[in-house]
């Protein structure tokens, strides 16, 4: 499964951008997934989440503004950030664990995208 993400760049603070990541590859389907972020000389944390039965859940620092959503038939998961602020600048990893060869809970990371907040 190769997850490739898109949609990072430079935005001034109040900003929006929209992430997407879509996942690709053979005999697997999708059980959760996930934005994940680091920024430099933190630890990778997670933003956003959204299961395979449609339930969500945010990091506190991004509730009210940023929102994760799915295209099942896509296999892509979008998150729309608005209301960005310069402490959002990181790299933002998408996540997926999927179940593939009757194997669950198998987890894959996509290569991340710089999102950078300037004030």
């Known amino acids: 499964v190769q997850l490739q993400a898109s949609g990072g760049g430079l935005v001034q603070a109040g900003g929006s951008l929209r992430l997407s990541c879509t996942a690709s590859g053979r005999s697997f389907s999708i059980n959760n997934m996930g934005w994940y972020r680091q920024a430099p000389g933190n630890q990778r944390e997670l933003v956003a989440a959204s299961s395979s039965g449609g339930s969500t859940k945010y990091t506190d620092s991004v509730k009210g503004r940023f929102t994760i959503s799915r295209d099942n038939a896509k296999n892509t998961v979008y998150l729309q950030m608005n209301s960005l602020k310069p402490e959002d600048t990181a790299v933002y990893f998408c996540?997926?664990?999927?179940?593939?060869?009757?194997?669950?809970?198998?987890?894959?990371w996509g290569q991340g995208t710089l999102v950078t907040v300037s004030s």
């Open positions: 996540n997926a664990v999927v179940t593939i060869y009757g194997i669950s809970n198998i987890q894959y």
